[in-house]
């Protein structure tokens, strides 16, 4: 008898893979492991060793993408420790290559790492007080009404990131859909332990750019950006 086929994170679609993750929480790295690239990619069980050891304030770009912003941001700040999260095999297979390649040319980003699979299996994996700043930039809106629970930007999202982070730690938040940002307001309403900037595009101005926020600009969309410090 033929056994069907397992299918791996690498054989799945985006949304599917997404769901993949929520059923099953921890990531699978083994599609990985014959890629460039393989010792930046950061797995489940190292991840408290490896925040215990740092020297250098740990930041996350939660939703890295293609991870343009994540390695400019790394590249101008050595003094930092850049960990991309992102669900996405495609794009975190990519982003490990690319810093691979990095090294061979002898400009390596010795600060820079990745995770694959949910920011929530991420932070369950820390302790209280691990975390530095936290940036989510342009985080997929999920448009179909169906979909909306997969939005990141949530007061559940809040409430888990804010005990692991350092008194006084800030997350940036920024999406140039209207939608999404009315639906983030609306996140806001109940939301406690937090200073909240509703118009703080003026705190991101230094930061570097994204894909999508080159897009919006394209399209003449608005940027909304939002600032939260930890009380």
Not at 2 to 23: G, I, M
Not at 70 to 76: G, R
Not at 92 to 100: M, Q, R, S, Y
Not at 152 to 170: A, G, M, Q, R, W
Request: aromatic letters at 12%; hydrophobic letters at 30%.
């Amino acid at each position: 008898m033929t056994l069907p086929k397992v299918k791996t994170p690498s054989d799945l679609t985006s949304e599917e893979r997404r769901e993949f993750f929520e059923k099953r929480g921890s990531p699978d790295t083994t599609p990985f492991k014959e890629k460039p690239g393989y010792k930046y990619l950061l797995q489940s069980e190292d991840i408290k060793s490896w925040v215990e050891t740092q020297t250098l304030p740990i930041f996350l770009d939660i939703g890295a993408g293609m991870g343009r912003f994540l390695m400019a941001e790394s590249e101008k700040h050595p003094d930092r420790s850049y960990v991309g999260i992102d669900p996405d095999y495609q794009c975190v297979k990519k982003n490990i290559t690319k810093l691979d390649n990095r090294e061979r040319r002898d400009v390596a980003l010795k600060n820079c790492r990745f995770f694959y699979g949910s920011v929530y299996h991420f932070f369950e994996q820390l302790e209280p007080k691990s975390i530095d700043l936290a940036y989510v930039n342009y985080p997929d809106p999920w448009f179909k009404k169906r979909h909306i629970k997969r939005r990141l930007v949530t007061e559940k999202f809040f409430n888990t990131i804010h005990p692991l982070l350092k008194d006084h730690s800030k997350v940036f938040v920024q999406t140039d859909i209207d939608d999404y940002a009315e639906f983030i307001l609306e996140e806001f309403e109940n939301l406690k332990g937090f200073d909240i900037n509703l118009k703080a595009i003026d705190q991101f101005e230094d930061l570097a750019g994204t894909l999508y926020q080159e897009k919006a600009v394209t399209k003449d969309h608005n940027r909304h950006c939002f600032l939260l410090q930890k009380q």
